[in-house]
């Protein structure tokens, strides 16, 4: 199942224009040459920040925070418009919007200025060949096809030209975490978490959003497990998308070293924003010997969503989640 045949059931605001989609294909096949002309095989200086979790979990947010607490440097709305041309989209986001700083303002991960972090994803399927629901069940056996020297010239290219760290959500990359630590070696994972129940009852509400009353359409990130799950009732999907991601993310993360792992609860960085930064700085020096500049203008505090009023979905996706971990042993 291709992912743009997923996202053309789209409904509302969050539809897809056909036309918009083909001309920006047009684009970055154009451009694509000259961006890989330019590239050079520069050193990793600087940390690569990559935000993983669940769907619905504050990955978003995650980037933003980290993006301004520490002025780290991210692909903008403009920008990531140029997917298989990335230096061309900076060099212009650069030129007409000068120098930007993220807001703290989403919409299921859609931010709304063009100045806006943006999670790249384009950029990232496109490298990892992540194009269909199949390509995820089968990422481990694929990775002797995806192009790591090219990906990995690549971002030694963007981060030359950005002379700085870098944050990126990467749910892509999720899937291929030891092999891209290989490859950069300055690398950090932040794995954000939140209350499963919050997630699993979020992701309902968002596929109501895309799809209308269709909620049995698959919506964001893929476990391994993935083609099993589209066959079952669309709770029974949610339940095993929240269960089996945790599941895949522990073992991802348990093979990385653990000086580069960094575990946050969205609670956490929403209630205490500025220890929460003071602790990953302190994290980021001890583990890679790294000096962060942590920003002074975080706000004391931000809103903390939760779905506890939700109590019916709750209450059934709690039942659904044990029976999960029951028949899983755990």
């Not at 995820?136 to 990995?152: C, F, N, T």
């Amino acid at each position: 199942m291709e992912l743009k045949d997923i996202s053309a059931k789209r409904k509302g605001e969050f539809a897809k224009n056909p036309d918009q989609e083909n001309f920006l294909e047009q684009m970055n096949a154009a451009l694509e040459p000259l961006d890989r002309a330019a590239y050079q095989d520069y050193p990793i200086e600087h940390p690569f920040f990559f935000v993983v979790g669940l769907p619905r979990s504050g990955t978003t947010f995650t980037t933003q925070f980290l993006a301004n607490a520490f002025n780290l440097s991210y692909v903008n709305n403009l920008a990531a418009r140029f997917y298989k041309a990335p230096l061309q989209g900076l060099k212009l986001a650069e030129q007409l919007l000068g120098p930007t700083k993220t807001s703290f303002k989403s919409n299921y991960a859609s931010t709304p200025e063009l100045s806006d972090i943006h999670e790249f994803g384009y950029f990232w399927r496109h490298w990892l060949k992540k194009g269909s629901l199949e390509a995820v069940a089968r990422a481990q056996q694929d990775e002797a096809h995806i192009d790591w020297k090219g990906l990995k010239v690549c971002l030694a290219s963007l981060q030359h030209h950005w002379g700085n760290a870098s944050v990126f959500k990467n749910i892509f990359g999720s899937y291929h975490l030891p092999r891209l630590n290989q490859l950069l070696q300055n690398m950090v994972v932040v794995h954000v978490t939140r209350d499963p129940l919050d997630a699993a009852v979020s992701i309902y509400k968002a596929r109501k959003k895309y799809y209308g009353d269709d909620i049995s359409q698959w919506w964001s990130y893929s476990p391994p497990e993935v083609l099993d799950l589209v066959k079952l009732d669309p709770l029974d999907q949610i339940a095993g998308q929240v269960f089996y991601l945790r599941k895949f993310y522990a073992e991802q993360l348990r093979l990385l070293p653990q000086e580069k792992v960094i575990e946050l609860e969205y609670q956490q960085i929403t209630q205490a924003p500025a220890n929460t930064a003071r602790q990953i700085q302190e994290q980021v020096k001890n583990g890679l010997g790294y000096e962060l500049t942590l920003q002074n203008d975080l706000p004391n505090a931000f809103t903390y969503r939760t779905n506890q009023a939700d109590e019916e979905l709750r209450d059934i996706f709690n039942e659904k989640l044990s029976a999960l971990e029951k028949s899983q042993g755990l």
